[in-house]
Each structure stands twice: as structure tokens, then as C-alpha cells.
């Protein structure tokens, strides 16, 4: 396994912007992923890095740097409907390109 | 429409029983997966399978079972031997293990009692 560290909540007020972040040690590093669940529901692909940098994708962008084993999920122009559950994730070429999975982040938006 | 389905939405069980939650995908995915969610938890992976009639298990396999019989399908069956079986259980596929993202079905929550 490996660790994976993502705060455990976030809140902030509509049409502002959050940075989550997510940190991990893997030696076999193979792709980030973020993912956004809403309760009780699926989680649903937002974002993937596998090189550093950022890569924006409308209201949303993921940012990798690997030397530094860090990654951020930028939300901007929060809306209501962007509560939910925001999970992180490595792919681990040492484990058979397995996903681990971070706690996730439980974003709130406020009007 | 092209998806993951899983069924019951919501499942009981009296301790003992062993059930077997269901997973469809006609995605022609070759990957299929099963991760257990508890919460304050991340996803944790149960079994998975890179192709037919093949599969592996995961990071807590004990008291779990799989097939993968066809591609469209992967059951998960909880056995009595599980210790805590209450949980929210999701289905993830994949064109491949070693690249792109799953995608996820809706997700099952077991109570045993």
C-alpha cells in the first residue's frame, strides 16, 4: 500500500475558489486521479495527471508535481452543487497498476 | 446507454447468510474491480479482474469471493466468514488495469444484522 493524505474538510462560500490538496509516497508512481462523489452515489472521474503541471478542465483544475509527491484539486466559481466528496487517488506500477484511494475530502459550499 | 449496473441499491442480510451482490457493464471494458467504502475510509480494493476467468485478489479479499465468467459480469459474493460486511460496496471498470480511468456503478449498501 502507500499513504495517501487529503484534509478531511473543506468549506467555503459559493463562487470562490478552493484548492484541495493530496499528498503521497509511492516509489512505482503511474497516474493521479481525482474523483468527485456526492453521498451515498458513484464517484465520478474529474481529473487525471501523469506528467507535472497543471491541466485545466473548465471550472476545475489538477496540478502534479512528482518530485514532491503533491497534487491539488482547484476549484473555482464554487457552486452549491459542488458539495460532495472529492478522493484522490495514485495508480502504483510496483502493485500491479492498482488504485489507492485517499479518505477524501468532504468540500462544503455555502451560500 | 453505455454503464455500470449494480443491483439491489440497497440490500439486509441476517448474520450467517452468505449474498451476492451483482455488477453489469457494457462498456466492453476488459478490467472490472470491487472496492469496499466506509466511512471517514478511502476506497479499498476487494478483488479484480484484468480478463475472463481470471482475477486477483485485493487488499482485503478474506471473506470475499468473485467469478468473471462472462466480461459484461463480476459478482461479488460476501460470505459468513466476512467480519464486518456493512458497507457501502461499488463496481468499477476499466478499458485495462494499466491505463485510463474507471468508471464507477452506483453502489450497493449491505446491512447485515
Known amino acids: 500500500g502507500q499513504n495517501i493524505d487529503q484534509p478531511t474538510e473543506m468549506t467555503a462560500t459559493e463562487g470562490a475558489i478552493v484548492q484541495i490538496n493530496c499528498t503521497y509516497q509511492?516509489?512505482?508512481?503511474?497516474?493521479l486521479f481525482w474523483y468527485q462523489q456526492h453521498a451515498g452515489e458513484a464517484p465520478t472521474f474529474l481529473s487525471y495527471?501523469?506528467?507535472?503541471g497543471l491541466e485545466e478542465k473548465g471550472r476545475f483544475s489538477s496540478f502534479l508535481s512528482r518530485s514532491k509527491g503533491y497534487s491539488y484539486l482547484l476549484l473555482k466559481e464554487l457552486q452549491m452543487k459542488d458539495s460532495a466528496s472529492y478522493l484522490c487517488?495514485?495508480?502504483?506500477?510496483?502493485?500491479?497498476?492498482?488504485?489507492?484511494f485517499g479518505a477524501g475530502t468532504t468540500v462544503t459550499v455555502r451560500a | 446507454d453505455g454503464g455500470i449496473t449494480q443491483s439491489p441499491k440497497y440490500l439486509f442480510r441476517k448474520e450467517g447468510q452468505n449474498v451476492t451482490l451483482s455488477c453489469e457493464q457494457n462498456?466492453?471494458?476488459?478490467?472490472m474491480y470491487w472496492y469496499r467504502q466506509d466511512p471517514g475510509q478511502g476506497l479499498r480494493l476487494i478483488y479484480y479482474?484484468?480478463?475472463?476467468?481470471?482475477?486477483q485478489k485485493g487488499d482485503i479479499a478474506e471473506g470475499y469471493s468473485v467469478s468473471r465468467e462472462k466480461k459484461e459480469s463480476f459478482p461479488l459474493t460476501v460470505t459468513s466468514a466476512q467480519k464486518n460486511p456493512t458497507a457501502f460496496y461499488l463496481c468499477?471498470?476499466?478499458?485495462?488495469?494499466?491505463?485510463?480511468?474507471?468508471?464507477f456503478g452506483p453502489g450497493t449498501r449491505l446491512t447485515v444484522t
Open positions: 495527471n501523469v506528467l507535472d
Open positions: 468499477a471498470s476499466s478499458m485495462a488495469v494499466t491505463v485510463y480511468e474507471q468508471y
Open positions: 509511492t516509489s512505482g508512481f503511474n497516474g
Open positions: 487517488a495514485v495508480r502504483d506500477k510496483r502493485w500491479d497498476y492498482k488504485l489507492s
Open positions: 462498456l466492453n471494458h476488459d478490467a
Open positions: 479482474s484484468q480478463i475472463v476467468n481470471d482475477f
